[in-house]
């Protein structure tokens, strides 16, 4: 295809403005998949990217467009991931497009997301054409709107393609919006080949797919090509483009953007952001800025059977295969038995595995309090990376830990202000920025991620009544008095709930779980003592006191059927309890005991 008649876009907008619902209309606009064929959402592939309206993977699309002009233009749609956890491969796939459409709902506004995408697509050099989206809701205020666009962003919003992505109604201007405001791609067809890229996954039937731009040069079926990071090689079976249905073409030129298969065993072997070459006379330059994304939370899983730990093992091994940045490590805990000490992008990243292996693979999982990476410098010099406080070293060898931080903003109603302000102080933040957008406050808080990654957006959301918007980026590592919390029960330390807390609030945290702990293990036979200690010394305690009676007595001489409910309950209850030491510790307590309120 002339490069002229190539544009190649990307939709940047805050989670729920209506990026899936406009790619749709796009794609059954130009009819580029029979109405029939339709599904809502069609790019969102996935069942749990549909039941949570989250894009998770980048996907694609090429479209064909027989524009006013009378040409035919190829565009080509990437979708990037909505969240914050997935910022690298949105920065990635954003470099693969030269335009993006900024779309805004006309009744919500600006969000945090919106930011964040948005200075992504500048990064990127983007052109942006602003689309007002939901103009059909009767709380829409597309001048407002306008206003505040160009007031938080500083990107003009005068020609603001104002649209319905429910209703149809603009649908044809933003089309014809995107050729004529969207540059053309450039590059140049006669030179070595250079594809970034873009994403990969893996497919039943096919092996691993990449997904490519192609920069400069031409790849063809057969070419041997070699990915210039991991200096592997492989010979091209198969390339092709997303309609979105894939279809195989025979050769794919500079501004193209597609897909290859070549027999790459799995995900791994791929990396996002690497340059593609041929193997024999291939470029000696790669794309610049390539790095990999690395796991920043941790957390153990580990099955509530003991018998279900292979299947929990085959399941995260197939999770695996289409998601490299999912690490995971075998564990023992001398609470919890055997499981897996696993690495996520983020919080979202983390729950969403966690989701399907319940769900699609049907393992029921405990889940130990996420962690962040710690800095542990030694004594002798020595930094150890700790991703489990479990694993910390004796606290004579410590010479200082340091943990990271990020960059917060978030937006919210002035109304809220208040709330959001104590909480971000009361989780050791530093306010570094605030400042007003029409009646919202953008506040910008520099905050430990560790005081983050539990329960700090489900907090937001709360004290907000859902209002709020949050963004962050990881911005380094700092020093900190840190030090780990163990928890024992009837005397014993669970690892499994030992945490790292600041000094400063070790004590009052103690207090909280011990307290939570006392509500969540139900009586035994005999006395519990729950204590929190840091080192050998105990900051904080409760005692659980003994219980006594039969849990049936009460229905003595009452009904059998409910007598035998009430013994069932109790056993489906211990399923879900861990035994330890002589005291059974249901499974929940290991997540809410760290819930601060
Ligand atoms: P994520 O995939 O979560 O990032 O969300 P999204 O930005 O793709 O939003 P999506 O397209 O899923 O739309 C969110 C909700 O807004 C859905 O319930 C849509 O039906 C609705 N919606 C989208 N466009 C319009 C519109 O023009 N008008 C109205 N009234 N509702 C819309």
Redesign the pocket.
């Known amino acids: 295809t002339d490069l002229s008649h190539i544009r190649n876009f990307s ?1 940047v ?12 209309r796009l794609i059954q606009s130009t009819g580029t998949v029979a109405d029939r064929d339709m599904k809502e ?1 069609m790019l ?1 592939a996935m069942d749990i ?1 549909r039941e ?4 998770i993977k980048a996907n694609t699309v090429r479209i064909d467009y027989k524009a006013k002009d009378g040409r035919t233009y190829v565009l080509n749609l990437i979708d990037t991931p ?2 914050v956890d997935f910022a690298y491969e949105v920065s990635r796939s954003m470099r693969a497009v030269e335009g993006s459409l900024l ?1 805004v ?1 006309a ?1 919500q506004g600006v969000e945090a997301q919106t930011l964040a995408n948005v200075y992504t697509a500048i990064d990127a050099n983007h052109e942006i054409v602003p689309v007002l ?5 009767p709380a829409a205020e597309p001048e407002r709107v306008c206003e505040q666009i160009e007031d938080v962003i500083g990107i003009d919003a005068s020609d603001a393609v104002k ?5 149809g ?1 603009g649908i044809p201007d933003v089309l014809e919006a995107i050729v004529t405001r969207l540059p053309a791609p450039t590059g140049d067809a006669d030179a070595p080949l250079k594809a970034m890229l873009v994403d990969s996954w893996y497919d039943a039937y096919l092996g691993v797919v990449v997904l490519v731009r192609i920069i400069d040069g031409k790849l063809r079926k057969g070419d041997k090509i070699k990915m210039m990071n991991t200096k592997a090689t492989y010979p091209v079976d198969r390339i092709g483009v997303f309609r979105p249905a894939m279809q195989q073409v025979d050769e794919l030129g500079p501004g193209e953007i597609g897909f290859l298969t070549a027999s790459i065993k799995q995900v791994r072997d791929t990396r996002v952001g690497d340059t593609i070459t041929h193997e024999k006379k291939g470029t000696d330059k790669a794309l610049p800025g390539f790095k990999p994304s690395i796991p920043v939370v941790f957390c153990g899983l580990f099955p509530v059977d003991a018998a279900d730990f292979e299947d929990l093992r085959d399941a995260i091994e197939k999770l695996q295969l289409n998601d490299a940045s999912f690490s995971a490590e075998m564990e023992t805990s001398a609470a919890l038995g055997f499981g897996f000490r696993c690495g996520f992008l983020g919080l979202l990243h983390l729950e969403v595995i966690r989701d399907r292996l319940e769900r699609e693979y049907d393992i029921d999982l405990i889940t130990t309090a996420p962690s962040v990476i710690y800095h542990i410098h030694l004594t002798d010099g020595e930094m150890l990376e700790l991703h489990n406080p479990a694993d910390m070293p004796d606290m004579v060898k410590i010479d200082h830990i340091e943990e990271p931080r990020i960059k917060a903003t978030i937006l919210v109603p002035d109304d809220y202000l208040g709330d959001v302000l104590k909480l971000c102080q009361d989780r050791r933040g530093v306010q570094l920025d605030l400042t007003y957008a029409g009646a919202r406050a953008m506040v910008v808080y520099d905050l430990p991620l560790n005081e983050v990654v539990f329960d700090f957006y489900d907090r937001l959301k709360s004290v907000t009544k859902g209002y709020a918007s949050f963004d962050y980026q990881m911005i380094g590592y700092q020093q900190d008095a840190l030090v780990k919390m163990q928890i024992l029960v009837n005397d014993e330390p669970v690892d499994a709930l030992s945490t790292m807390v600041h000094r400063d609030r070790a004590e009052a945290r103690g207090r909280a779980m011990v307290e939570k702990l006392k509500e969540l293990i139900p009586q035994h036979m005999f006395k519990i003592p729950i204590q929190a200690a840091i080192g050998g010394r105990i900051i904080a305690r409760e005692t659980l006191s003994a219980l006594r009676k039969d849990v049936t007595a009460k229905c003595y001489g009452g009904d059998v059927s409910r007598k035998k409910k009430l013994l069932d309950k109790q056993k489906a209850g211990k399923k879900r309890m861990r035994q330890f030491g002589k005291v059974d510790i249901p499974q929940e307590a290991f997540i809410s005991a760290l819930k601060m309120d």
């Open positions: 939709i907008a805050h989670i729920d403005h209506g990026k899936s619902t406009l790619a749709d959402q969102d990217e949570r309206g989250i894009t909505g969240h779309v709902d009744s989206n939901k103009i059909d809701l649209i319905s992505a429910k209703t109604l």
